[in-house]
């Protein structure tokens, strides 16, 4: 038996996000696709103690709180699901970025679009690391706040990026501008949140990208 971890093909992503489009008409409607699904592997990931995979497939695949019947759709989506959780903790691990967008719209006609068009783009993913995080019980022990502070700290970030309406207190407020412009000033955002959240959670190095990232906004404070 090998423990290599095998990157799915962009034919597999595909299928991925058929099954789950498929399979999410079966529980009703909501925000489940392929890009929350990434998300949420990837808060799976950043969590100290995730609890095993059949509990949060159970959750997420159900209606009126019954997990939907186990199909042959239901496993080859699992078994992606499962490839997918081990090729993004094994890209955190050694410190390559996570790209929160696998079918990247046209540029041009994207960045024509306003910014809440533009941020629908990214939302999925950050409802996906957010439920991980927060929405399965007992993920995060809030009593110990300085052993998972990374994680509450990003997760208010990357609500922020997207131009929630949040205080520091994590409560939505009436007024707040957006942090960032456009789709591209937010990706590269939440790409580097991610980053610092599996660095602080896991003790991962920077991704290189990252750190020059962050070396140049310093720079620019400074001066």
């Given at each position: 038996?090998?423990?290599e971890i095998i990157p799915l093909t962009m034919d597999e992503l595909e299928q991925m996000d058929a099954l789950t489009e498929k399979l999410a008409e079966q529980v009703g409607p909501h925000d489940i696709d392929a890009s929350f699904l990434d998300g949420f592997l990837t808060g799976w990931a950043l969590l100290p103690n995730p609890p095993v995979h059949r509990q949060w497939l159970s959750l997420i695949f159900s209606k009126d709180g019954k997990p939907i019947a186990e199909s042959e759709d239901f496993n080859a989506l699992r078994k992606l699901l499962m490839r997918r959780y081990k090729e993004i903790s094994q890209r955190l691990k050694t410190s390559q970025v996570i790209d929160p967008v696998r079918f990247e719209p046209e540029t041009e006609e994207l960045l024509k679009e306003d910014h809440d068009t533009q941020m629908s783009y990214l939302s999925p993913f950050v409802n996906g690391i957010y439920s991980a995080i927060y929405d399965v019980p007992n993920n995060l022990d809030l009593n110990d706040i300085d052993a998972v502070y990374p994680l509450v700290d990003g997760t208010l970030n990357l609500e922020s990026i997207l131009g929630s309406k949040i205080n520091e207190g994590g409560e939505e407020v009436d007024e707040t501008a957006p942090v960032y412009d456009d789709f591209y000033d937010a990706l590269e955002a939440i790409v580097?949140?991610?980053?610092?959240?599996?660095?602080?959670m896991k003790g991962y190095p920077l991704p290189e990208e990252v750190r020059e990232k962050l070396a140049e906004e310093e720079s620019d404070d400074e001066s």
């Open positions: 038996m090998t423990n580097v949140n991610v980053a610092l959240m599996a660095e602080g």
